[in-house]
C-alpha cells in the first residue's frame, strides 16, 4: 500500500478488541465512581484521600514495574525494589506530608503547595537513593549512567505526576477544611474533573480514530493515531469540562482559571500529549503495548499515560481558580 493510500483508509480495530475494550474501561470507570464517592462522602469516617490514595499507589508500583519491563527489553536491567519504593513514598508523601490527615489540623497545613513540596522531598530522597546504589554497585562497562538516567525519568513521569493528582483531591481541604461531605461542596471535583476531561477525550480518539481515522497524527511515532481522533478528542474534553464544571449544576465554590472551556481545551491537550510521550517510550524500547494487565486496554500505562501530563496543568489551573 502507497503511502497515499495509507492515509485514505480507516484505522479501524476489530470488533473483539473493541468489546474488551469497552467491558475493561467500564470496570475500571465503575471503580474509580465508587472510590470517588466513597471519599468524597467521607465513607466510614475517612478523611480525605484515604479511599483513592491506595489506588494511586498502586498505579504508581504498577506504572514503574512495566517500565522496568520495557527497559530491560534494551538489556537496561532497573533497580525495581528501590524504583517501587520511590513510587510509593512520592504520592503518598503528598498526602501525608502536607498534613492533611491530621485530626483538627490547621486547613492552612495542607496548602496544595506544601503537600507538592513534600512530593519532590520524596522524590530527591529516591533520586539520591538510586545515585548511591549506582555508586556501591559500580563496575565496568555496567551503564550506571544509563540505568540511572532511566530510572530518575521513571520516577519523573510516573511518581511526580501522580503526587499532582494527590494533590488535586487535597485542594479544597487547604481552602475549605477537611470536612466535606457532598459532592458539592466540591471536594472531589478537581480530580473528577481532570480524570472526565482526559478519559472522555481518550474514549472519544480511539472511538471516531478506529472508525473513520485516515490522517495520520505522528505516523513514526504512532500509526494508529489520527487527526480525525484528535480532534474528537478534543471535542469530548470539552463537552466533558463543560458537564462536570458547568452542566450537572453543582454550586461549586470555585473553578479553574479560565473556566470549563480554557480547562477542557488546554487539559485535554496536555492529555494527548501524555498519551503520546508513552507512545515514544514504548516506540524507543520496542514494545506495542506497556503490558497485558488489563486486557483489551493493555497495561497500566496504557491505562494512565494520558493523566501524567495533564494532571500539573489541571492542578495548576485549579490553583489559579476563584
Known sequence: MNKNASQTQPLTATPSTRK????????????????????????????????????????????????????????????????????????????????????????SAASPVVALGWALVAFTAAMASLFLHEILCYREQSRAIERLSASVLGLAFIGLPLAFIVGLRLL????????????????????????????????????????????????????????????ASLAGSLGAAWLVLGGLGWDLPWQPWGGWI????????????????ESLFKRELGAKDSGRSLGGLGGVLDLIDSLLLAAPVAWFLWMQGN
Open 20 to 107: 474488551s475494550r469497552v467491558v475493561v474501561a467500564t470496570l475500571v470507570a465503575t471503580l474509580f465512581l465508587t472510590l470517588a464517592w466513597a471519599d468524597a462522602t467521607g465513607l466510614g469516617g475517612s478523611l480525605p484521600a484515604w479511599w483513592l490514595l491506595p489506588i494511586a499507589i498502586l498505579l504508581a508500583v504498577g506504572g514503574i514495574d512495566e517500565l522496568v519491563r520495557l527497559f530491560a527489553l534494551r538489556n537496561l536491567l532497573l533497580p525495581g525494589w528501590l524504583l517501587r519504593l520511590g513510587a510509593i513514598a512520592i504520592p503518598a508523601s503528598a498526602a501525608f506530608g502536607s498534613q492533611a490527615f491530621g485530626v483538627g489540623a490547621n486547613p
Open 172 to 231: 479544597c481541604v487547604a481552602k475549605h477544611g477537611s470536612g466535606q461531605t457532598a459532592l458539592n461542596a466540591a471536594g472531589i471535583i478537581p480530580l473528577v474533573s481532570l480524570v472526565a476531561v482526559v478519559k472522555v477525550g481518550d474514549i472519544a480518539a480511539y472511538l471516531v480514530g478506529s472508525l473513520v481515522g485516515r490522517h495520520r497524527l505522528v505516523p513514526m511515532l504512532s500509526p494508529g493515531k489520527t487527526w480525525e481522533g484528535a480532534a
Open 262 to 277: 480554557t480547562f477542557g481545551f488546554v487539559v485535554g491537550i496536555a492529555g494527548m500529549c501524555g498519551d503520546l510521550a
